[in-house]
């Protein structure tokens, strides 16, 4: 019954989408009453994820615009600025959401207005030929105009205060970096933060990793025995009583054999690591993403491929032009997690047959919001390249008024202004050219301020 839903829903759209206009013209001057001015109302909605949405409480809610003000979803904003682009619709989407659903397929051109509200992003809208298309908390709504006028005393009617997203402003993130080096590997954490008005950022010598209890210090121990040496992954619980948690995984422990371990993406919840082996006559790398709780539990070793996607919908995957055949991606557990892009990339190691040399193989499913929390980019991969011609990673805010870029050399720190990254970096960070991004975890509103406190008093007291 579920799955019958999903398909009228998918079907509906997908009849929506048919009649979409063909434009000439790449960019335009965005004309606010003849395209958003009036009241709109949700009609329909689909998850933008394989989860299903059935209890969608936006159903029959009203938003309404003007060139003074906009309400939607419960909040008015004044101070309105509207801008218009023609997009391709088919990469527009997946740069958003990550993937393309079967009912926007074969759109190739939309018109998308981006809404700020006194320079400060707001939501962006996809205009279509009987409606708009808007996302909202990882579901796509679909509103249909039920009135040219836009609504009046929204302030009034509503009892919303026009203040009252100002401090969704803030915003800051936890970016914690890996560094090879002779011995192995060494990590650090940048706390970069916008106030609204400048970008300012403070440095951690180990991984800062917030989790629902609390921050923990993230650390790999190395252990001498006689001649060889054996990593651990230890977790220090920063807030109230210190206690210390050692993570084992395992690994061998042959007292010839030297072990080290190498963490490709650390979460709220999850962790992924490659382990290097290397002895006389043996040396092996594995790879395997674990729950942070239970990785050191007698009988519970990394999760597999399905635990960590979000597609759920399938069983199998296969790359022919490597060789590569998983069976069943609920079983298959060699994967791990790494920055691409401007994304978390799940990926796994591979031969092919008859030969020796192991390739890194990237698995094109979607990482589970279970274990990346948030994982999009403002703009699309092109657009940053475009910025930065030199870029090789980036992040954008939750509420995409800054973007973080990562060049071989720096991270650069930008403002998101009127829908654009400004033109010159308010941050720049020098990097060594081998530094990885292996942890993204954003903080928003008033835990921003919780968050620089913590990483202040972290860098206090280790003076």
Request: charged fraction near 30%; proline fraction near 2%; include cysteine.
């Amino acid at each position: 019954m579920k799955r019958l839903i999903r398909i009228l829903i998918t079907f509906m759209l997908a009849l929506i989408l048919t009649g979409c206009n063909k434009f000439n013209i790449e960019v335009k001057k965005p004309n606010n009453d003849s395209i958003l001015k009036g009241q709109w109302q949700v009609k329909n909605y689909v998850g933008i994820t394989e989860e299903e949405v059935f209890n969608c409480n936006l159903l029959d809610s009203k938003v309404s615009f003007s060139n003074e003000e906009v309400f939607m979803f419960d909040k008015a904003y004044k101070n309105i600025t509207y801008k218009a682009k023609l997009v391709n619709g088919e990469q527009y989407v997946y740069n958003t959401i990550g993937f393309i659903p079967d009912y926007l397929k074969d759109t190739k051109e939309v018109e998308v207005v981006t809404i700020s509200s006194k320079n400060t992003y707001l939501k962006e809208v996809i205009v279509i030929d009987k409606g708009i298309l808007v996302i909202q908390d990882d579901v796509l709504l679909y509103l249909e105009k039920i009135d040219d006028n836009p609504m009046e005393n929204i302030n009034e009617k509503t009892g919303v205060d026009e203040t009252a997203d100002s401090e969704k402003i803030s915003n800051g993130v936890l970016i914690g970096i890996k560094d090879k080096t002779d011995e192995g590997f060494t990590y650090k954490t940048l706390w970069i933060a916008y106030d609204g008005k400048k970008i300012y950022s403070k440095e951690v010598p180990f991984l800062l990793l917030p989790r629902k209890n609390g921050f923990f210090k993230v650390s790999i121990h190395r252990e001498y025995i006689e001649n060889n040496y054996k990593d651990n992954i230890e977790f220090v619980f920063l807030s109230g009583n210190p206690s210390e948690k050692q993570a084992d995984l395992k690994v061998n422990k042959e007292p010839n054999i030297n072990v080290s371990k190498e963490i490709n993406f650390i979460g709220n919840d999850y962790i992924s690591i490659k382990i290097h082996e290397e002895g006389e006559d043996h040396r092996a790398e594995k790879l395997g993403t674990y729950l942070i709780d239970t990785m050191n539990m007698e009988g519970k070793g990394a999760v597999s491929l399905g635990n960590i996607s979000e597609q759920k919908n399938i069983t199998k995957f296969n790359n022919d032009a490597q060789g590569l055949h998983i069976e069943d991606i609920n079983k298959f557990t060699d994967v791990s997690i790494k920055r691409n892009q401007g994304r978390w990339q799940i990926y796994t190691v591979h031969s092919k047959k008859d030969e020796s040399i192991e390739n890194n193989i990237n698995i094109p499913l979607k990482v589970s919001k279970n274990v990346a929390r948030y994982d999009r980019l403002f703009t699309s991969w092109q657009g940053i390249k475009n910025q930065v011609p030199s870029a090789e990673d980036a992040l954008s805010s939750p509420n995409k008024n800054m973007t973080i870029i990562k060049t071989k050399s720096s991270l650069y720190g930008y403002k998101i202004e009127d829908g654009k990254i400004s033109e010159s970096p308010e941050l720049t960070i020098s990097l060594n050219g081998d530094e990885e991004i292996v942890m993204a975890e954003w903080a928003m509103a008033e835990f921003v301020g919780y968050w620089t406190e913590q990483v202040n008093s972290l860098l206090k007291s280790s003076k």
